[in-house]
């Protein structure tokens, strides 16, 4: 899985981005303890953003929600954020993260992907799961409080991170197989794991005219239009047209025979009133 990163940075010069040097050696989580409806990540860099945010001063690094992340300060900048002061670990030495609680939005999702995001820092950092502390750590504030309220909410927290620090255990594959396509052989290999024969999904949906997109956790198959619907619905149109023509012509022609029929019966009055 890949969630969504969008930079949202607080303007330089605010006195929530005080731009003292960072090199992350922690990462602290945080709970928004805000249940709002639509309080999700946008919502908080609009706040951030703001005059209230500016004045506290508070700030940090990313907000979580259930569909995407947002950025608010670049990762060699410090936040506001751990609560213990100016020169404290926590606001000099970690990147801060926001975890979403908004009612309208799904908590457990919200924590997946930030699961996946201290995962993917730890990694860019170089550092281990022990770096990763609760804000709680700090400042003894209860904050993560969704993550520290709900029993072994923390630990499984740390779970899901290390699950994403561990490397996929593939299956053995016991052979490779070719690939022939209406009796030709192919440049592709196929995979024989127990029993099972495996091809690369792009390859196979591509041979019928599909598309395979996304990586990580799924990944998203289009397959080709159902042949011949688009030229059926070009075809209705066509009839459709000619009908209305045909009826138009008609018309026309129904006109035009009267007009001869006038003609002929003026003619033979005409030669009628001579006789
Ligand atoms: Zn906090």
Redo the contacts with the bound molecule.
Sequence with gaps: MAVQIIQDFIPSGRRNRPGYKLTPKYI?I??T?NTQAGADAKAHARYLKGSTAAAIPASWHFTVDDKVIYQHLPLDENGW???DGTNGTGNRQSIGI?ICENRDGNRAQAEKNAAWLVAKLLREFNLGLDRVKQ?YDWSG?N??RVLRGRPGGWQGFLAAVEAHLKPATLPKIDRTIGIHVDGKTTAETGYLINNSTYVRAAYLIGLIGGKVTGHGDYIDIVLPAKPGQAELEELRKKLKTAESDIAALQAALNQESQRKENAKRLLKEAERALG
């Design positions: 602290t945080h709970d303890a954020h751990a609560g926001e804000h504030k904050c993560p």
